[in-house]
T-cell receptor, first 115, second 114 residues
């Protein structure tokens, strides 16, 4: 069974630009969660999508948004990039909603650098 | 909201010994607590989940305990091996009112010396 895939793996953008990251969950998984990981703040929850609906949202500004398609693939968008958005962005998939305590399978992440 | 505290200092142990990592939380007891392993440059890998009504859970060389009185979980790796060297994260739900906000600790780095 293929694991969670994320594209692109590396990205360099400049301040003010926007970026879209993609995540393909494990086949059969309906939940996709997004996280931001930085050395300063650790791993922080952005939001979770389940069956194309946003189920839960972390404490991030509205510049961070996402969506999920009918095949469970998900995209995350960050608009008006700031230097502080430089981070490793991870997505994780699970069969049921992550809130059930279901095991989350993480992808390798997208390393975003904002110059 | 919940705060999770994990020892920020790396834990150095000799091969064959038992490693014990600590995860403390500050507020209400979560419904469950999870432990993950993360290697450099890679996403976390799920290891174990323990629910609030469970005191202990085992999986091969891994053991997790959950003490809701102390607001603490301990993660043990017995007969440790150099391949166990990684950062270990604990995570719990800090949401309220039906929401789910997974909160991760900053992780503790484990270094197992041959």
């Amino acid at each position: 069974k293929a694991g969670v895939t994320q594209t692109p793996r590396y990205l360099i953008k400049t301040r003010g630009q926007q970026v879209t990251l993609s995540c393909s969950p494990i086949s059969g998984h309906r939940s996709v969660s997004w996280y931001q990981q930085t050395p300063g703040q650790g791993l922080q929850f952005l939001f979770e999508y389940f069956s194309e609906t946003q189920r839960n949202k972390g404490n991030f500004p509205g510049r961070f948004s996402g969506r999920q398609f009918s095949n469970s693939r998900s995209e995350m968008n960050v608009s008006t990039l700031e230097l502080g958005d430089s981070a490793l962005y991870l997505c994780a998939s699970s069969f049921t909603t992550a809130g059930e305590g279901d095991e989350q399978f993480f992808g390798p992440g997208t390393r975003l650098t904002v110059l | 909201s919940q705060k999770i505290e994990q020892n920020s200092e790396a834990l150095n142990i000799q091969e064959g010994k038992t490693a014990t990592l600590t995860c403390n939380y500050t507020n209400y007891s979560p419904a469950y607590l999870q432990w993950y392993r993360q290697d450099p440059g890679r996403g976390p890998v799920f290891l174990l989940l323990i629910r609030e009504n469970e005191k202990e859970k085992r999986k091969e060389r891994l053991k997790v305990t959950f003490d809701t009185t102390l607001k603490q979980s301990l993660f043990h790796i017995t007969a440790s091996q150099p391949a166990d060297s990684a950062t270990y994260l604990c995570a719990l739900d800090s949401g309220a009112g039906g929401s789910y906000i997974p909160t991760f600790g900053r992780g503790t780095s484990l270094i197992v010396h041959p």
